[in-house]
């Protein structure tokens, strides 16, 4: 065997993802439940092209998330023939519907999910975020709908400009394009507090957990 793959044959047997294969997408888990994501990633990208555009976007499935947001904004910017640096979102949370129940996509703006909360959670109840659960570490945002707004005036009270990103360790480093390998995107989550409560916190959204 060659040292490629003796490094390969290793990995396997301790339960890692070899590095050739990590190359694919960012990912912190460990052997078992990255092939399990891996396959999920796969079957959502089949059943797009099998049953044409799906209604809702499960936004954890993108290897490169910033494309998907960035041709949403692409794409309404061609609708609405204006320029791209004008147009941004606006975030509107579907706390009362499941991504399974819907069955027609928006005519502006995509459905996502697949968000995952660190130092918060979110009540459904009043529509905002909260504390955490008594031992709850994550907790799963509700579907969001991100509407493409012209020239929108920006928004300073009543929420908390939650940073997301693909992998807990938070950290990455800045590529060509000028995306980051591992920051997403801000996203404005409804709040009762002021946003220096949950700066402090650490509260950050997340595509992807450890296992």
Same mark, same amino acid.
């Given at each position: 065997? &060659? ?11 301790? @339960? ?5 294969? *990590?190359?694919?997408?960012?990912? +912190?888990?460990? +052997? ?31 290897? =490169? /998330? ?7 904004? @692409? ?10 640096? #004008?147009?941004? =979102?606006? =975030?509107?949370?579907?706390? &009362?519907?499941?991504?399974? &129940? ?6 502006? *703006? ?15 109840? #009043? ?5 955490? #659960? ?5 907790? @799963? ?26 992998? +807990? ?8 394009? *000028? ?10 989550? /409804? ?21």
């Amino acid at each position: 065997m &060659d040292e490629d793959l003796e490094k390969l044959v290793d990995a396997l047997y301790n @339960q890692r993802v070899p590095d050739a294969w *990590g190359k694919v997408f960012l990912s +912190l888990k460990p +052997l078992m439940p990255w092939v399990e994501d891996l396959n999920a990633r796969v079957k959502f990208l089949r059943d797009w092209v099998i049953r044409g555009t799906p209604s809702v976007f499960w936004i954890s499935g993108f290897s =490169f /998330p910033q494309a998907f947001i960035t041709g949403t904004l @692409q794409n309404y910017a061609r609708k609405k023939k204006v320029a791209i640096d #004008k147009i941004s =979102f606006d =975030f509107r949370y579907m706390d &009362d519907t499941k991504p399974e &129940d819907v069955r027609s996509r928006p005519e502006d *703006g995509v459905y996502i999910y697949g968000i995952y909360l660190e130092g918060a959670r979110c009540d459904y109840d #009043k529509h905002s975020l909260t504390d955490p #659960k008594p031992k709850e570490l994550y907790s @799963q945002m509700p579907m969001m709908w991100l509407i493409p707004v012209v020239d929108r005036e920006e928004v300073t009270e009543g929420i908390y400009m939650c940073p997301v990103y693909k992998v +807990l360790s938070r950290a990455g480093t800045l590529l060509t394009t *000028g995306h980051s390998t591992n920051f997403v995107m801000y996203i404005e989550a /409804p709040s009762h507090r002021h946003q220096d409560a949950w700066i402090k916190a650490g509260v950050a959204g997340f595509l992807a957990l450890r296992n």
